[in-house]
Nanobody
Framework: QVQLLESGGGLVQAGGSLRLSCAASGRAFSSYVMYWFRQAPGKEREFVAAVTWNGGRAYYADSIKGRFTISRDNAKNTVYLQMNSLKPEDTAVYYC??????????????????WGQGTQVTVSS
């Protein structure tokens, strides 16, 4: 099982950028597809982005497509989420998750029993 620690959140004005990081402990990081989710106040946790084992393919929610980029560095056991052109509606706690496969089920938050503490992103208007 991989342990995950998110960081990089903060307060930013609309139109600004942030880069989130998710550091994984444990072995075989490269055997996991990595996912980002977010949860805004009063809303369910939702899928944001996913990147395959070697970083060859990425998947995005429609709401952030063209603004966010997911990437990974397997040598550093880290996955990133570069967020540009941020909007107030991007305000949320962001979480990463790991799964062995890239599936529709893995893009659903109920797939996961355990979550890290997340990192807060606040976008002011």
């Amino acid at each position: 099982q991989v342990q995950l620690l998110e960081s990089g959140g903060g307060l930013v004005q609309a139109g600004g950028s942030l880069r989130l990081s998710c550091a994984a402990s444990g072995r075989a990081f490269s055997s996991y597809v990595m996912y980002w989710f977010r949860q805004a106040p009063g809303k369910e946790r939702e899928f944001v982005a996913a990147v395959t084992w070697n970083g060859g393919r990425a998947y995005y929610a429609d709401s952030i497509k063209g603004r966010f980029t997911i990437s990974r560095d397997n040598a550093k056991n880290t996955v990133y989420l570069q967020m540009n052109s941020l909007k107030p509606e991007d305000t949320a706690v962001y979480y990463c998750a790991a799964d062995k496969k890239i599936t529709i089920a893995a893009m659903t938050s109920t797939r996961y029993d355990y979550w890290g503490q997340g990192t807060q992103v606040t976008v002011s208007s």
